[in-house]
């Protein structure tokens, strides 16, 4: 875990400094610049952190060489979060097709049948395979390594949508967002009383950003906001199995939403 202090090493007899800089290294960083100059008529979707099937415990993480590490946990500020839904009429079979409906904010649904998610029966356990949902309720996380720049995708599915929510309502206890923390991310083997075997993200405080770190964070936090809207949403089609109760309370079988696009409720503060 990196700190913010100030270590002194000597070397040959001469003393030198050493900042632990953890997120400062983001000042003067502008990342609508970045995506301008270097990646003009290029594909500037985010590399993805990918949560495996079948109760792996291993994400799997981009490296520099461009193929893929599997590591058991790592740690990253969450710059934003938003719902996304997505309905697809047809089974899926492979490729990046579109959804035939959609919606960014989890509110209005675009495409067919199109209007308010809440009320839309396609929106409702039961009408999917095995009870679950038709329109799949997935989650976007813009997530920071410290060290990087260039946020990375972390997409989670229906079955780690009720720790999450947990977890951001003990930020919240605290009247801090979700971006004034470095979070621990890790995985654990779930089932279901069905019998479906899956993987579950689990979240955890590493450690709270010193206010200089959260000043740079949130500057890049809002940036990545207004830049969210232009991700497709050909990135989240993939298999995953049938969840049915996973978003129920598991002792008062209250259905748990998500929190809506990570805002705080009135009076909340950064840090």
Do not use: W
């Not at 193929?67 to 697809?88: G, N, Q």
């Not at 410290?146 to 951001?168: A, D, H, M």
């Not at 748990?256 to 909340?268: A, K, M, T």
């Amino acid at each position: 875990m990196v700190n913010n202090r100030d270590s002194v090493t000597q070397a040959q007899g001469t003393q030198t400094t050493v900042q632990d800089t953890g997120y400062l290294a983001l000042a003067g960083t502008d990342f609508g610049s970045l995506l301008s100059e270097e990646l003009n008529g290029l594909d500037i979707g985010f590399e993805r952190i990918k949560i495996p099937s079948a109760g792996s415990t291993v994400f799997e993480t981009p490296s520099e060489d461009g193929e893929s590490d599997s590591v058991k946990e790592f740690s990253a500020v969450i710059l934003y979060h938003h719902p996304l839904y997505c309905y697809y009429a047809s089974k899926y079979t492979g490729g990046n097709n579109p959804p035939d409906c959609g919606s960014f904010d989890g509110v209005t649904g675009t495409g067919i049948p199109g209007g308010k998610c809440k009320q839309c029966p396609l929106n409702q356990f039961g009408t999917g395979e095995n009870g679950s949902k038709a329109c799949k309720n997935r989650r976007r996380v813009y997530v920071l390594r410290e060290g990087e720049v260039f946020p990375l995708l972390l997409s989670l599915p229906t079955g780690s949508l009720k720790e999450f929510t947990k977890y951001l309502k003990r930020l919240l206890s605290k009247g801090r967002k979700s971006n004034a923390y470095v979070t621990r991310f890790s995985l654990k083997k779930a089932n279901s009383s069905g019998g479906v075997t899956y993987s579950q993200a689990q979240f955890a405080i590493d450690r709270p950003l010193s206010p200089e770190e959260y000043a740079q964070v949130e500057k890049l936090s809002e940036q990545i906001r207004a830049y969210s809207q232009n991700v497709a949403f050909d990135y989240e089609r993939e298999a995953e199995p049938a969840y049915t109760e996973y978003m129920a309370d598991e002792e008062t079988g209250e259905v748990i939403e998500p929190l809506d696009g990570g805002r705080l409720p009135d009076g909340g503060v950064g840090v």
